[in-house]
């Protein structure tokens, strides 16, 4: 059975009450959910405390989730939902700009190798919420564009956009970094 029939499965029985199957569902997206949190958060000071009103927010809803494959999508909605909102809270909310649809070519990507992760991680908190969003749900979560579409609330061209945006803003950054 491949990943994705094994969640909808633990998906499935967690919306029938089973607390083993909601604790599988935890142990597999926590850390990624995590690392999310703390790249959209950028200081991370409140990401325990966001993941907790996350996990308590799914496990009181997970019932009304109508369908299981939805589960990650649903899931990085409500994180997202949440880290802005607390973003609101502390006036430090930024709105997200439509971006004019680009090509994305996959030509121009850089390279990076296991040395380079800590400039990576340094680099990516520099960039705007929105490009630090993306780029985490693509290359992170390996999210397709329309899965990232339906966790940002945008259209497939404005998701194409903005990955084309981040990616030269980072490229711009660690440019920078490296002098």
Known sequence: MDFDKQV????LRSQNGDRAAFEALFEIYQPRLKYYV???DGRGTNADDMLQDIWLTVFKKIHKLKDTKAFAVWLY???RNKVYSGFKRKERFVSLPQENELPVSGSDEPVFNADDAKKLH???????????EVLTLSFVERMSYESIAGVTGC?????RSRIFYAKQSLRKEMERQNG
């Open 8 to 11: 909808e499965e633990i998906v």
């Open 38 to 40: 703390r790249r959209m």
């Open 77 to 79: 909605r409500i994180a």
């Open 122 to 132: 340094r680099a990516l908190d520099e960039l705007k919420p929105y490009h630090k």
């Open 155 to 159: 259209s497939i061209g404005t998701v």
